[in-house]
């Protein structure tokens, strides 16, 4: 593992490897969300940035994940390479991006995307494929050719970790576990503590 006491720095490092390694996806990750009365539920959504700041995620706000994060606004994410034999646990509260951050991711994607994030009415129940597809085909006619906005239902979200967890594959099934705890600021540069764990 990297020699670092900066688990950003780390875990740069490990998406980079698990970047050039992982037939697809390396970006993805199960994001766990609860709702106010600590119902759990777990998807598969993907990373788009990353930084000191925390980790960005984009989803439908009437979405089954954007209606519990609105309601009890922590989240946990777990990462896991296969290829690499690693995995990440990340916990912490979660916090809206901005509109200018969601404008420019949203304007990034392919066209096709933006007409879905329109048509799909994410997470309610479909009552066939072809509403799917017909929804799809009207947008793409509202929109022509032109510039596609982006739907106010839709945005990202910042989880702000306060634990992260690096696992990493090793003999015998004595795993090495290194956990990093949020344990304030210094100025704006969070100030973690480390912990090795029991595998």
């Known amino acids: 593992m990297v020699d670092s006491s900066d ?18 996806d390396p970006n993805a990750l199960c994001l766990a969300t609860a709702t106010p009365d600590g119902r759990p539920s777990a998807r598969m959504v993907l990373l788009k940035d990353q930084d000191d700041r925390g980790f960005v995620f984009y989803t439908n706000l009437e979405s089954r994940k954007g209606g519990e994060l609105a309601g009890n606004p922590h989240a946990a994410l777990c990462f896991h390479w296969k290829t690499l034999r690693r995995s990440v646990r990340v916990e912490g509260a979660v916090e809206p991006v901005s509109l200018e951050e969601a404008d ?13 994030a329109w048509a799909s009415r994410q997470s309610r129940p479909l009552e066939s494929r072809f509403a799917l597809e017909k929804a799809v085909a009207e947008y793409t006619l509202k929109f022509g050719i032109g ?25 015998f099934r004595l795993h090495e576990r290194r956990v990093f705890l949020l344990d304030g600021f210094g100025g704006e540069t969070p100030v973690w503590r480390q912990e090795t764990l029991y595998p």
């Open 104 to 116: 420019a991711y949203y304007a990034s994607r392919p066209r096709g995307s933006r007409i879905g």
């Open 147 to 171: 510039e596609i906005p982006r739907p106010d239902f839709w945005s990202g979200f910042r989880l702000r970790p306060e634990r992260i967890e690096f696992w990493r594959d090793m003999p």
């Open 7 to 24: 688990p950003y720095v780390i875990f740069a490092e490990w998406l980079a490897e698990a970047t050039k390694s992982e037939p697809n």
